[in-house]
């Protein structure tokens, strides 16, 4: 053996046997490539796999939004449907999951994501011949790794339980599930940590339900976030576990949530509500929250028009008149885009388009198999992790 082919397998031990200089070359790849050295050895996946190289990578590597998991409920026959798309540049090349939820045999297009946070899913599954068969787990579409957690202690007379997932994997790797049980003038705040393994039950004074819209939380810094009928919003704090009223934006007095309302999110550690401007109106405005929640103010506007002359629709029949595609547009989500900013994600008839704010540029994402309105819109942000759950 010659001395340069020593020296070249001396190199290659040196590297091998040295898992700090291991870990800082993993530390600078995207999760899936991180993932793939797991198949080099038994020593590679256990150090992949260990809890303190997980918080490393975490801390030095922010969770980037490469695409959107877009559901739809499908009415005839009823089916829920889960795809994927990829954002800013790179659309069409990111190998974002064709398997973006787990499949249940027992229980086929009934499987509903409650909500996602940081690349994880909390995911649901319904049996309507069996209820006690129901499952609630938390799926990580990048690895394909899911674990069926067990169901909160049910309440009497509880009205629709309202479901969030936390996850913070630059804080720690564990991640919570909270549920929110309302009982008239209380409510039960149930969490489940996957460190811990059962759910704790607290109680606390909550807003009138009647006027909340318990639905798709938002988590952001460290409270999960809702907003009402009326469009005052509310945020449960976790630590404290108890709620907060927010300041309303500064919506007309005549603003009707049912006709005006088109999205409640996050994005970039931002709070963004996206409505009507008045009753009847064809331009939608996007209002950001004050760093220190102490009010809203308008950031974009976009108006129906010019919607329509991006994507004319006079061949769709469903159609009444321009001044209802109101009615048949989803916002589904603002995402921050490499190079681009915030880009607005929405539904309209046959297709998922995005609209720049940056540029007043659209882009056609996802061509839709169908024209008229489905009864279930919407999307959860897809982020690449390595969480081990």
């Known amino acids: 053996m010659s001395s340069s082919d020593q020296t070249q397998i001396s190199s290659a031990d040196l590297v091998g046997g040295n898992e700090g200089l291991i870990s800082e070359i993993l530390f600078r790849l995207p999760p899936k ?22 918080c490393g990578y975490n801390q030095r590597n922010s969770s980037t939004i490469s695409g959107l998991i877009i559901g739809y409920l499908v009415r005839k026959p009823s089916t829920l449907t889960y795809t994927c798309v990829s954002l800013g540049e790179n659309e069409g090349s990111l190998s974002v999951p064709t398997k973006c939820i787990p499949s249940d045999p ?14 994880l899913l909390l995911c649901f599954s319904r049996h309507n ?38 996850y913070d994997p630059s804080k720690s790797p564990s991640y919570l599930v909270v549920c929110v049980q309302f009982l008239e003038k209380f409510c039960n705040i149930l969490i489940y940590s996957s460190e811990v393994g059962v759910w704790e039950t607290s109680r606390s004074q909550s807003p009138d ?22 469009g005052y919003p509310c945020l449960l704090d976790l630590d404290r576990k108890c709620f907060k009223m927010l300041p309303r934006p500064p919506l007309p007095e005549d603003w009707a949530a049912c006709c005006s309302f088109k999205y409640f999110g996050e994005s970039q550690g931002s709070l963004y509500f996206i409505a009507f401007d008045r009753p009847r109106s064809s331009k939608f405005i996007v ?42 547009i ?22 998922v388009v995005s609209y720049c704010f940056k540029d007043n540029t659209f882009k056609k994402l996802l061509d839709l198999h169908f024209m008229v309105p489905v009864s279930w819109f919407n999307a959860f942000k897809y982020v690449e992790t390595l969480s081990s759950i």
């Not at 009647?210 to 907003?227: K, P, Q, S, T």
């Not at 989803?330 to 297709?351: A, D, R």
Request: with cysteine; hydrophobic share 40%.
């Open 33 to 54: 490539s991180v993932g793939r050295f797991k198949l080099v050895s038994k020593r590679w996946s256990s150090l992949i796999s260990d809890r303190s190289f997980l």
């Open 106 to 119: 027992q229980a086929p297009g009934c499987i509903k994501v409650l909500s996602s946070c940081n690349g």
């Open 129 to 166: 011949v069996d209820p006690a068969a129901c499952k609630l787990y938390v799926f990580n579409p990048t690895t394909h790794q899911f674990s069926t957690l067990p169901l909160p202690p049910a309440q009497d007379k509880c009205c629709h339980p309202s479901f969030s997932l936390v």
């Open 209 to 230: 339900p009647v006027f909340m819209r318990f639905y798709r939380g938002v988590f952001l810094n460290g409270a999960i976030h809702w907003v009402g009928y009326n």
């Open 287 to 328: 209002y950001e929250m004050q760093k220190d929640c102490s009010g809203w103010f308008a950031k974009y506007s976009l108006e129906v028009d010019a919607i329509l002359a991006a994507f004319p629709i006079d061949d769709h029949p469903v159609l009444i008149s321009p001044h209802k595609l109101h009615l048949l």
């Open 330 to 351: 989803s916002m589904l989500s603002l995402v921050e885009v490499k190079n681009e900013g915030l880009n607005l994600v929405m539904q309209i008839p046959g297709k």
